[in-house]
C-alpha cells in the first residue's frame, strides 16, 4: 500500500532554514496526484503549507508563500519542504500526504515529524 | 484567507447522533463542494472520513455523513461510538489554488 515517511532536523534555529523529505513507497510520484504539506503547532489545528505536482508545478498557501518552496524528485521518489527564515511560530509537527486532484482532499499521510525551533 | 469556523468542541452519548458545523465564505465553503473532513486521534495523523462534501473513502462507516447548505458545511456521527471520540477538522478549496482548514473540533462521547 500507499505509505509517506517524512524526514529531517527535529531542530532548527530561528532564522534558518528548515528542510524536510517525504519518502513515498508503494506509489511512483511521476504516475499523478499532488502531494503536499500541511503543519499543526502544539495544541493547535492543521495548516496547509502547500502541494506540488509530479510535474514540479507548486502552489502554496498565501500566509507562507514568501518563504516556501516545495519541490519533487521523481528519480527519488519523494517531495521537499524547505521553510526559510524560521520563527518559533514556525514550531510545528509537519505532515506530509498525498492530494487527490480534484477535490483536494488528502487522503494518505504520513506520521508527522516534530520540528521545533529555538536556539 | 481565513481558517473555517468550527465549534471547539462537541459530545454526545453512545448511540447518539452529533453534528459538527464548518463556516466559510462564499469564496471558499459556499462556492465550492470541495469540503473534506478529517478525523484526529491524539498523537495520530489525520484521516480522511469526508470528500466532495459527502463522499466516503472506502473504510469509512456510514454512520459519518457530510452535508452542506450555503457557507456551511456539517459532518454528523450518528450511532456514536466510543473510538469516535477525536478532533475533527474540515478544510475547503478556497480558489486559486488555495485550500483552507478550520480551527478544529474536538468531540466527546460521554
Known amino acids: 500500500q500507499v505509505q509517506l515517511q517524512e524526514s529531517g532536523p527535529g531542530l532548527v534555529k530561528p532564522s534558518e532554514t528548515l528542510s524536510l523529505t517525504c519518502a513515498v513507497s508503494?506509489?511512483?510520484?511521476?504516475?499523478?496526484?499532488?502531494w503536499g504539506w500541511i503543519r499543526q503547532p502544539p495544541g493547535k489545528g492543521l495548516e496547509w503549507i502547500g502541494s506540488?505536482?509530479?510535474?514540479?508545478?507548486?502552489y502554496y498557501s498565501p500566509s507562507l508563500k514568501s518563504r516556501v518552496t516545495i519541490s519533487v524528485d521523481t528519480s527519488k521518489n519523494q517531495f521537499s519542504l524547505n521553510l526559510s527564515s524560521v520563527t518559533a511560530a514556525d514550531t510545528a509537527v509537519y505532515y506530509c500526504?498525498?492530494?487527490?486532484?480534484?477535490?483536494?482532499?488528502?487522503?494518505?499521510w504520513g506520521q508527522g515529524t516534530m520540528v521545533t525551533v529555538s536556539s | 484567507q481565513s481558517a473555517l469556523t468550527q465549534p471547539p468542541s462537541a459530545s454526545g452519548s453512545p448511540g447518539q447522533s452529533v453534528t459538527i458545523s464548518c463556516t466559510g465564505t462564499?469564496?471558499?465553503?459556499?462556492?465550492?463542494?470541495?469540503v473534506s473532513w478529517y478525523q484526529q486521534h491524539p498523537g495520530k495523523a489525520p484521516k480522511l472520513m469526508i470528500y466532495?462534501?459527502?463522499k466516503r473513502p472506502s473504510g469509512v462507516p456510514d454512520r459519518f455523513s457530510g452535508s452542506k447548505s450555503g457557507n456551511t458545511a456539517s459532518l454528523t456521527v450518528s450511532g456514536l461510538q466510543a473510538e469516535d471520540e477525536a478532533d475533527y477538522y474540515c478544510?475547503?478549496?478556497?480558489?486559486?489554488?488555495?485550500?483552507?482548514f478550520g480551527g478544529g473540533t474536538r468531540l466527546t462521547v460521554l
Open positions: 500526504a498525498r492530494r487527490l486532484q480534484v477535490t483536494r482532499a488528502f487522503d494518505i
Open positions: 508503494g506509489y511512483s510520484i511521476s504516475s499523478g496526484y499532488y
Open positions: 506540488i505536482y509530479h510535474s514540479g508545478s507548486a
Open positions: 462564499s469564496s471558499d465553503v459556499g462556492n465550492y463542494n470541495y
Open positions: 466532495e462534501v459527502s
Open positions: 478544510s475547503s478549496y478556497a480558489g486559486s489554488n488555495n485550500l483552507v
